[in-house]
């Protein structure tokens, strides 16, 4: 993985990933790669009910699917990617 360093908001981290595996810091894959994914904003302890609001209003409503994903639907959300 190759990212920036973390931007620090109120709920956690957010890093910025260049193309890699796209895994945290415990190994775990948190997007999968392919073709089309360049790079990845990840955000760190999102409140469950953002994660939702933003997926419903910029992806496909589902944040266990599409280009916004969840690592867990639990709250806080512990990982959460946007894929561009």
Known sequence: MRCSEAIVSRF?????????????????TVFPVSSTVRNVILFANLPLKIAQDIDRNMDDGDISSGNFRA???QDPVPLYAVAL
């Open 12 to 28: 956690g981290a957010v890093r910025i990933i260049s193309r890699g595996d796209f895994e945290d810091e415990a190994g775990r």
């Open 71 to 73: 690592s867990a639907k």
